[in-house]
C-alpha cells in the first residue's frame, strides 16, 4: 500500500511541477555552454556586450559568469517565445543582420557548428509528460 501512495504522490508532484519545468531549461544546454561556447563569450563579445559597451543597449550583456551568461542566452533566445530568435545569434556572430561588430565566429566553422548546437539545446521544448510506470500488479490490502 506504501508502494501505491508514493506512486500517486510522486505522480502528482510530477504534474504540479510540470509548467515550472516548461520554463526551466535543461542542464545539458548550460554545461554544454559552459563546455563549448563561454570560452568564446568572454573573450569575442563580452568587450563589446557589456552595460556601457557598444552594444550595451541589446539584450545579450555578459560578465565574467558562465550560468548568468547562459542564463542571458536563454533569455534571449526564448523571447517572445521559445527559440524565437536563436537565428538572430547565428546571424549576428557571423557578421551579418548589421552586427556591428563583424564576423566574430565564421559561419561553416567548427565553432559556428557549436553555437547552432547550442542553440538548438535552448530552442528545445523540455518535456512536460510525468512518467509514470505503469499500474501495479497483484495489489491486496490488509485492514
Known amino acids: ?23 526551466a531549461q535543461s542542464p545539458e544546454a548550460e554545461s554544454y555552454y559552459r563546455d563549448n561556447i563561454h570560452a568564446t563569450v568572454t573573450s569575442q563579445c563580452i568587450d563589446c556586450h557589456i552595460d556601457g559597451g557598444r552594444a550595451g543597449s541589446t539584450g545579450l550583456l555578459f560578465t565574467d559568469s558562465a550560468p548568468g551568461n547562459h542564463d542571458v542566452f536563454n533569455d534571449f533566445v526564448n523571447s517572445p517565445t521559445r527559440g ?6 547565428l546571424s549576428k556572430i557571423r557578421g551579418a543582420s548589421g552586427h556591428g561588430g563583424g564576423v566574430q565566429v565564421p559561419e561553416g ?10 542553440m538548438e539545446l ?5 518535456s512536460t509528460t510525468p512518467s509514470v510506470s505503469g499500474a501495479p500488479a497483484s495489489v491486496s490490502a490488509v485492514a
Open 1 to 23: 500500500m506504501t508502494r501505491i501512495c508514493s506512486r500517486i504522490t510522486g505522480f502528482f508532484t510530477l504534474l504540479a511541477l510540470g509548467a515550472a519545468g516548461a520554463a
Open 84 to 89: 524565437a530568435r536563436a537565428n538572430t545569434v
Open 109 to 118: 566553422s567548427g565553432e559556428y557548428q557549436k553555437f547552432e548546437r547550442y
Open 122 to 126: 535552448l530552442s528545445e521544448t523540455p
